[in-house]
């Protein structure tokens, strides 16, 4: 059974950093690209950004280009996403997925609040 | 980018009876080398995360029921349930990859 589980989501105040992990199991993470998406309170679903499975290749949607960077260590298992400058608008929950076919694979999401 | 946009914003259908949505995408999704749309639908229930439900624009995945299915091709797609069930309470959303992916804002489906 393929499992994706996020961590690191806290409450941080405007202007700060967070980092978030994304520990895979059950599949060959390596042979998978993977993404990072994001869902504010009431709100729908927004991508964020995808990497390769080789990370060599990065992808940001304009709303966190500069500010967020997604990486992986496929010797770990894990998918990251370290955010920087962070304001009230980057507040959500925030999924990590697989990309094979389209987004195949979920986790259950970790919370990010940004508030002062 | 390209907008999805996907009608109605919300849905009330009896028990067994068929729900249609749709989702238009302000450019193409069809990929002429290979001939596939890179179309896909997602369930999402009341607090749990998003489930892929359809890919491709009509191709099932794995374990999902056979009362749903995907149709269209280019810029109109359509997302059928034939025959609702209580389980199928949710908001659905249409996302392309053939560019960056975007989603639609999503359809409400609930019982009438």
């Known amino acids: 059974e393929v499992q994706l589980l996020e961590s690191g989501g806290d409450l941080v105040p405007p202007g700060g950093s967070l980092r978030l992990s994304c520990v895979a199991s059950g599949l060959t993470f390596r042979d998978y690209s993977m993404t990072w998406v994001r869902q504010a309170p009431g709100k729908g679903l927004e991508w964020i950004a995808s990497i390769s499975w080789t990370g060599d290749r990065k992808y940001y949607a304009e709303s966190v280009e500069g500010r967020f960077t997604i990486s992986r260590d496929n010797s770990k298992n894990t998918l990251y996403l370290e955010m920087n400058t962070l304001s009230a608008e980057d507040t959500a929950i925030y999924y990590c997925?697989?990309?094979?076919?389209?987004?195949?694979?979920w986790g259950q999401g970790t919370r990010v609040t940004v508030s002062s | 980018d390209t907008v999805m946009t996907q009608s109605p914003d919300s849905l009330a259908v009896s028990l067994g009876e068929r729900a249609t949505m749709n989702c238009k995408s302000s450019q193409s999704v069809l990929n002429s080398s290979n001939n596939k749309n890179y179309l896909a639908w997602y369930q999402q229930k009341p607090g749990q995360s998003p489930r892929l439900l359809i890919y491709w624009a009509s191709t099932r995945q794995s374990g999902v029921p056979d009362r749903f299915s995907g149709s269209g091709s280019g810029t109109d797609f359509t997302l059928t349930i034939s025959s609702l069930q209580a389980e199928d309470v949710a908001i659905y959303y249409c996302q392309q990859f053939f560019s960056l992916p975007t989603f639609g804002q999503g359809t409400k489906v609930e019982i009438k």
């Open positions: 997925t697989t990309y094979f076919r389209a987004f195949d694979f």
